[in-house]
């Protein structure tokens, strides 16, 4: 398996922005390159690749959607590929870039976060989101 640029650096990014990574990988192998899993250093990462094998000298895309809402400063991540080659089972992926605040007005991780789950979440929970518990027994404790 051979990937195009596996260590990347990118420009900074606003806080609150998303950036998408797409890494080309090739099969230079004599067999179908197989991706068992592909796992990220960090929850904030979407990950996307290819759940069919990929033939002798064709190439695929793992693709990985980065939220910065939870991030400031320097981040550098991690992405592990597990799949049939022959040397390494393991292959490491890893980009970094700096996230930096807006000039004008600065939200905090929690309002970010609040904001995107309501619009993910905002018409499937009955009630206020910020007022979620779990249940014990029959007494309901809020967080």
Known sequence: MK?????????????GSEITAAYKLYNRGNEPL???D???S??????NFPETSIAKDDFGFITLDYDSAKNIGFVEFFVTIKANTEKDVFT????????????HY???YEEIYLD???????GEVDGDLTQQGYYIDE????R
Do not use: W
């Open 3 to 15: 990937i195009i640029d596996p260590e990347r650096h990118y420009y900074p990014i606003l806080r």
């Open 34 to 36: 197989i991706i068992y």
């Open 38 to 40: 592909v796992q990220a």
């Open 42 to 47: 960090c929850g904030c990462i979407d990950i």
């Open 92 to 103: 490491t992926i890893k980009f970094d870039l700096n996230v930096v605040t807006s000039p």
């Open 106 to 108: 600065t939200q905090d």
């Open 116 to 122: 995107r789950r309501k619009e993910k979440m905002g």
């Open 139 to 142: 007494e309901r404790t809020v």
